[in-house]
């Protein structure tokens, strides 16, 4: 008998409440095998959800962390809560993999980027609404900004109380924009919108662009919105790498090993703020619809801007393209590409669309260090 | 009006042990008007040197006589 209590004897440490993030996280592993949404991460954190949720003998009997968790709070206090390191070198290999031609032969497009963020301050005003402190609040807007190592900076650099929360429905709507984003794009278009053709002009732009854009471009936002400096210098440089033709060797490593490796840290990592008691609350719930909301109303700022320019354009946009500037990239260009041939197979938005997206990508990164400011400020005062 | 708001802040308080507080909005609309605004403002100046630069990166054509 006291061998069996040796060998089971933690058995008596399970909650429910972890059982219920175990269920959790089989749930992140199954949309991310079976679905294919955004596996990269929803796999390892669903993973890291149940690893952090296996019951531990109590640290106030042991004296000391368990083995698992003492490890991936390391991670987690080395990666993001010290300097918010994961994210940041992660967007690296994402400037790595942007390419800005399109909207370099078009800058107009960047406007819809701007207007897309329109979500991220609604739901600063909603979430503020609902009782949220204003840093936690501010901390959910940020999932409108459909990008992921801005969401962790930001909540990260907030001191945020719903840290996991707001990454796990950061990284689940970013795998759902094929399915949310389309209801609202026909909700907010008629069928002749969605029928404009644009045409893509396809100049070229020089090389001398390609390498100058990602400096202006820091220096710029570096000097409106300082707490975004690091966000864009890094995602700036990742994209410096690759334009400037003389290191395609650290070019495909950012793009493929660096990011990747930092993608299988980042997700366990998070895991380690799924922890059950601080995960299951009505709030977790709550910011999950809140995210949704950042969403819905980022995809209408988008799709209006548009439908503004319009009356005063002579060439008509195709009011659909606004709505990638959302940022997930490349998803939300894909899914405008995608209906723009369901209505008519002839009309190609994709560059128009990928445009947009990567315009998006900036803007949300302003967005971020605008939050910073804004909200800093105001809890100063 | 009135009703409505009530109704909507006893039943997210019930649910939720979460208040609803419309006039956490005078802290926040402010927020989101300068941070538009700032948005606008960052992506036009972007805009502007873009088109810069791609003025100084396009060669004028020198003509063949």
Not at chain 1, 195 to 223: A, D, E, W
Request: aromatic content about 8%; proline content about 4%; charged content about 15%.
């Amino acid at each position: 008998m006291d061998i069996l209590t040796d060998i089971f004897g933690n058995l008596a440490n399970i909650d429910p409440k972890q059982v219920i993030m175990w269920i959790i996280g089989g749930v992140l592993i199954f949309l991310a095998i079976k679905k294919e949404m955004e596996p990269t991460l929803l796999l390892p954190m669903g993973f890291g959800a149940i690893l952090v949720n296996l019951p531990i003998p109590d640290p106030a009997v042991t004296g000391e962390v368990s083995g698992v968790r003492a490890v991936i709070d390391f991670l987690f206090e080395i990666g993001i809560d010290s300097h918010e390191l994961f994210p940041l070198i992660l967007f690296i290999g994402i400037g790595a993999m942007i390419d800005f031609e399109p909207v370099l032969t078009n800058p107009k497009l960047m406007i819809f980027g701007a207007a897309a963020q329109f979500g991220i301050f609604f739901t600063l005003c909603l979430s503020s609404m609902f009782g949220f402190e204003l840093k936690d609040a501010a901390s959910i807007a940020i999932i409108g900004a459909a990008d992921g190592p801005t969401s962790i900076f930001v909540a990260n650099m907030l001191n945020s109380n719903y840290t996991a929360a707001i990454m796990v429905a950061a990284y689940s709507y970013m795998a759902l924009v094929p399915i949310v984003q389309p209801p609202i794009i026909k909700l907010c278009t008629t069928k002749k919108e969605r029928l404009i053709r644009m045409n893509y002009t396809g100049k070229k732009v020089s090389k001398l662009t390609k390498i100058l854009f990602p400096i202006v471009v820091t220096i710029i936002v570096g000097m409106v919105a300082p707490d975004a400096t690091a966000l864009i210098g890094f995602l700036m440089f990742g994209n410096l790498i690759r334009e400037c033709g003389v290191l395609n060797s650290l070019s495909e490593t950012a793009q493929n090993v660096l990011a990747n490796l930092i993608t299988i840290f980042l997700g366990f990592t998070i895991a380690s703020k799924m922890v059950a008691e601080d995960f299951l609350k009505l709030e977790t719930l709550l910011i999950m619809g809140l995210g949704l909301v950042a969403f819905v109303v980022d995809t209408f700022g988008g799709i209006m801007i548009a439908k503004i320019m319009n009356l005063f354009t002579k060439n008509k946009i195709n009011p659909m393209i606004g709505a990638a500037g959302i940022s997930a990239f490349p998803m939300s260009a894909r899914v405008v590409h995608k209906m723009g041939l369901a209505e008519d197979n002839q009309n190609f938005l994709l560059m128009h669309s990928i445009g947009v997206n990567v315009s998006g990508q900036v803007a949300s990164v302003i967005a971020g260090g605008l939050i910073l400011t804004l909200v800093g400020n105001a809890l100063i005062k | 009006m009135d009703t409505i708001t009530t109704t909507i802040a006893e039943a997210t308080s019930a649910a939720a042990g979460i208040g609803f507080t419309p006039n956490n909005l005078a802290e926040t609309v402010p927020i989101m008007g300068k941070g538009m605004l700032g948005i606008f403002i960052v992506m036009g100046i972007i805009i502007l040197c873009v088109s810069g630069l791609n003025r100084l990166g396009t060669k004028p054509k020198k003509d063949k006589k």
